[in-house]
């Protein structure tokens, strides 16, 4: 069955440097997500991207954070200069249209902000 | 705003216990409010969409129900396989960017 692949699993990051977290979504979908579970708290939306625009961003999404398309396959999220609070479980997702269609998950990507 | 609110946070169930966990949502409009399995250190597994009041979906031991506050989802006989966290999300309707927003999950744990 097609899956959302993520990596690194896990990524260590000093604070204020650059990281980026990459995805490979499901071959024909075509819209992608990123959201991020911080411990022992809710998953929480961060942005979707449709026909390489943003569709829709949250809050959190703020200037540090950007998102891109870079291949046919691959979906990015960068963040610019980490702080300690960025540390989460960062998860990319897809989904094949919009209006109610599910978006299947990755496993994730373990930010540790140090 | 878009609210999720899930009850029990935690369930401790022997094998065959049948029980109920609850989703309780506040969404302007719903587009569509989806049922997820989590195992630890994975990512959101899909189960379930329900669109409308009244609506039922069944897989294997699990059944949801919809009505227009709240959401169901009903293991029947359960195993230790459906040990797991189960998470409740909402769409609403003219979410431009078909967000999710989530409820804080019920850690269930079947014991033999």
């Known amino acids: 069955e097609p899956e959302v692949t993520q990596t690194p699993s896990h990524q260590v990051t000093q604070m204020g440097q650059e990281v980026i977290l990459r995805c490979v979504p499901i071959s024909n979908h075509l819209y992608f997500y990123w959201y991020r579970q911080i411990l022992g708290q809710k998953v929480e939306f961060l942005v979707s991207?449709?026909?390489?625009?943003?569709?829709?961003k949250s809050e959190i999404f703020d200037d540090q954070f950007s998102v891109e398309r870079p291949d046919g396959s691959n979906f990015t999220l960068k963040i610019r200069s980490t702080k300690l609070e960025d540390s989460a479980m960062y998860f990319c997702?897809?989904?094949?249209?919009?209006?109610?269609?599910?978006?299947?998950f990755g496993d994730g990507t373990r930010l540790s902000i140090l | 705003e878009d609210q999720v609110t899930q009850s029990p946070e935690a369930l401790r169930l022997q094998e065959g216990e049948s029980s109920s966990l609850n989703c309780s949502y506040t969404?302007?409009?719903?587009?569509?409010l989806f049922w997820y399995r989590q195992d630890p250190g994975k990512g959101p597994e899909f189960l379930f969409t329900l669109y409308s009041a009244g609506e039922e979906k069944e897989k294997e031991r699990l059944k949801a129900t919809l009505t227009k506050k709240e959401s169901f989802l009903h293991i029947t006989a359960p195993k230790p396989e459906d040990s797991a966290t189960y998470l409740c999300a909402v769409q609403a309707r003219g979410a431009a960017g078909n967000k999710l927003t989530f409820g804080g999950g019920t850690r269930v744990l079947v014991k033999p």
């Open positions: 997702a897809s989904s094949a249209g919009q209006n109610n269609q599910p978006q299947h």
């Open positions: 991207f449709y026909n390489n625009e943003i569709s829709e």
């Open positions: 969404v302007s409009g719903l587009r569509g």
